[in-house]
């Protein structure tokens, strides 16, 4: 059994205004990416947050923390804007959670026709079989551990740390 949470951003269907909650787009309900390519693995989806992920807070991510925890699964995967998506993964992996963590998002809007978000879901969720204990970011066919990755926002993509 896998655990999805989402917490919103582009792969959520967001789109913000001047940096603002204000979303412009409905949501995207993300069971939409999985019912396509027809997923073997049972899973549920838990809708914490819906925010443009530079407004996530401490408290948001304690929130995060705290679910996880409560979880009886040990394979997790969170939606989560690509902003901040490295300081959630890093805040996770200091605690030692004990279970597999993949965070991911889109950098195209997900209600867009080509989107990477269908794309980078189902790429973290199946990742989730061969990873170790840990917390991790997959995007585009990349899997980071949250230890060693940085953002390029010039190319739009994440790479490991040199």
């Known amino acids: 059994m896998i655990k999805i949470f989402t917490t919103g951003g582009t792969i959520g269907g967001l789109e913000y205004v001047n940096s ?3 979303s412009l787009e409905d949501s995207i309900d993300i069971s939409i990416f999985l019912k396509a390519p027809n997923i073997s693995d049972s899973y549920t989806i838990d809708y914490l947050l819906d925010k443009d992920s530079r407004h996530i807070t401490l408290e948001d991510r304690e929130l995060i923390r705290d679910r996880i925890k409560l979880s009886k699964e040990e394979r ?3 939606t989560h804007g690509t902003y901040t998506m490295i300081d959630t993964a ?4 200091k605690l030692n959670l004990k279970k597999t963590i993949v965070i991911t998002g889109s950098f195209i809007l997900s209600s867009e026709k080509h989107s990477d978000a269908p794309f980078n ?7 989730l079989k061969f990873l170790e204990n840990g917390v991790y970011i997959a995007m585009n066919g990349e899997v980071f551990s949250h230890e060693n990755v940085v953002k390029n926002v010039q190319e739009n993509r994440f790479e490991r740390k040199l």
């Open 76 to 78: 997790i995967v969170i």
């Open 90 to 93: 890093k805040y996770l992996g």
């Open 20 to 22: 603002t909650d204000r």
């Open 121 to 127: 879901l189902g790429f973290a969720i199946g990742t």
